[in-house]
């Protein structure tokens, strides 16, 4: 079983993900304080879901190429 993630976390991490390609890594960490840079973002936990998200769907772009 996979984890369910709602629609605001797979929307906001795909839209920063277009809108800066070369910016997020596959290391969680760093793209947490990232995401604190380029978004406004008062829970820590949304941040830490749209992070780890941002991972998943670059370790699976990563893998196509």
């Given amino acids: ?20 390609p070369d910016v997020f890594t596959t290391e969680f960490e760093e ?4 995401l604190d840079k380029y978004l406004e973002i008062d829970s820590k936990h949304l941040r830490n879901r749209i992070s780890g998200y941002i991972v998943n769907l670059l370790k699976i772009k990563n893998q196509e190429q």
Avoid: A
């Avoid at 996979?2 to 809108?19: A, D, H, W, Y």
């Avoid at 793209?31 to 990232?34: P, Q, R």
């Fill in 31 to 34: 793209n947490k304080k990232l």
């Fill in 1 to 20: 079983m996979g984890k369910v993630r709602t629609f605001l976390i797979k929307n906001i991490s795909k839209e920063l993900i277009n809108k800066y």
